[in-house]
Nanobody
Framework: QVQVVESGGGLVQPGGSLRLSCAAS????????MGWYRQAPGKQRELVAT???????NYVDSVKGRFTISRDNAKNMVYLQMNSLTPEDTAVYYC??????????????WGQGTQVTVSS
């Protein structure tokens, strides 16, 4: 099994910044993609940013130019640097990892989520 754990959420004022971190651990043979999703109250979960091994990052339009996703392949970690935050960014942020376990089965794992609240 592969576990995913997020950290770094919290309360920030509009215009502020936060950095989220996510670590994947367990029986990992290879991670193909890691990403961040978010779910605001009363809304569906949406993709925020993803990054594949050796590929370019992909962002939802609403965060382009403000958020940056990065990955440390050696540590099986992914980060989300969030700048110029607005109240519309308030949501629970979830980390996702996809790849192949040591048993050579594919996996998709989700974290428990971390709350990000943007408010004055």
């Amino acid at each position: 099994q592969v576990q995913v754990v997020e950290s770094g959420g919290g309360l920030v004022q509009p215009g502020g910044s936060l950095r989220l971190s996510c670590a994947a651990s367990g029986r990992i043979f290879r991670i193909d993609a890691m990403g961040w999703y978010r779910q605001a109250p009363g809304k569906q979960r949406e993709l925020v940013a993803t990054i594949r091994s050796g590929g370019m990052p992909n962002y939802v339009d609403s965060v382009k130019g403000r958020f940056t996703i990065s990955r440390d392949n050696a540590k099986n970690m992914v980060y989300l640097q969030m700048n110029s935050l607005t109240p519309e960014d308030t949501a629970v942020y979830y980390c996702n990892a996809e790849g192949i376990e040591s048993s050579l089965r594919r996996f998709t794992s989700w974290g428990q989520g971390t709350q990000v609240t943007v408010s004055s």
